[in-house]
Antibody, heavy 119, light 108 residues
Framework: EVELVESGGALVKPGGSLRVSCAAS????????INWVRQAPGKGLEWVSA???????IYADSVRGRFTVSRDTSKNSLSLQMNSLTADDTGVYFC?????????????WGQGTLVTVSS | SYVLTQPSSVSVAPGRTATITCGGD??????VQWYQQKSGQAPVLVLY???QRPSGIPERFSGSYSQHRATLTISRVEAGDEADYYC???????????FGGGTKLTVL
């Protein structure tokens, strides 16, 4: 079955760090661009990052310098390392596959993992 | 930064046609994607590259441009179509993915 499964969401204090992961099955993360999209409670979708299959990543202005994406091909997964977290980073974090690399059309989404930043 | 504007809500009776718009500067020059998100669930791609439907998406879902806005049209609306709908583009000038604010579709 082709799917994405996120994990690692938690309650973290402001200024803290957290690493969330996205495990893929049914396809190789080495072959597809994977994006992170988040959704604050009761709000809309906000793009966070794109990790390109050929290497490299880009980030939204709101997280650049604080968030870093990495790929673990041995586990067929990606991770999003989040540092210097603030309340504005609270939300459900989804990973999403770009069905047409650099086409930015997200044809497969995980179920999301909840990150809560609060003291 | 590039902004996509959607109406916050649209209401339609079952069996009628729902139209959800997405406005942005020169949006006709961009490829638009549309996502459906039901309550408590992950988004689902319903249209890509303006008007292409992924496998499994009914023909009732279609895309077009009108009056400088991208449009998602849902024909013969069903109760199961009730959801939030988001448009999305890639903005070359900023190298960012941009989502619209979302439209809540209510089936009366």
């Amino acid at each position: 079955e082709v799917e994405l499964v996120e994990s690692g969401g938690a309650l973290v204090k402001p200024g803290g760090s957290l690493r969330v992961s996205c495990a893929a099955s049914g396809f190789s993360v080495s072959d597809k661009d994977i994006n992170w999209v988040r959704q604050a409670p009761g709000k809309g979708l906000e793009w966070v990052s794109a990790a390109y299959s050929g290497g490299g990543a880009i980030y939204a202005d709101s997280v650049r310098g604080r968030f870093t994406v990495s790929r673990d091909t041995s586990k067929n997964s990606l991770s999003l390392q989040m540092n210097s977290l603030t309340a504005d980073d609270t939300g459900v974090y989804f990973c999403a596959r770009d069905g047409d690399n650099a086409g930015y059309m997200f044809d497969l989404w995980g179920q999301g993992t909840l990150v809560t930043v609060s003291s | 930064s590039y902004v996509l504007t959607q109406p916050s809500s649209v209401s339609v009776a079952p069996g009628r046609t729902a139209t959800i718009t997405c406005g942005g500067d020169n949006i006709e020059t961009k490829s638009v994607q549309w996502y459906q998100q039901k309550s408590g669930q992950a988004p689902v791609l319903v249209l890509y590259y303006d008007e292409q439907r992924p496998s499994g998406i009914p023909e009732r879902f279609s895309g077009s441009y009108s009056q400088h806005r991208a449009t998602l049209t849902i024909s013969r609306v069903e109760a199961g179509d009730e959801a939030d709908y988001y448009c999305q583009v890639w903005d070359f000038s900023s190298d960012h993915v941009v989502f619209g604010g979302g439209t809540k579709l209510t089936v009366l």
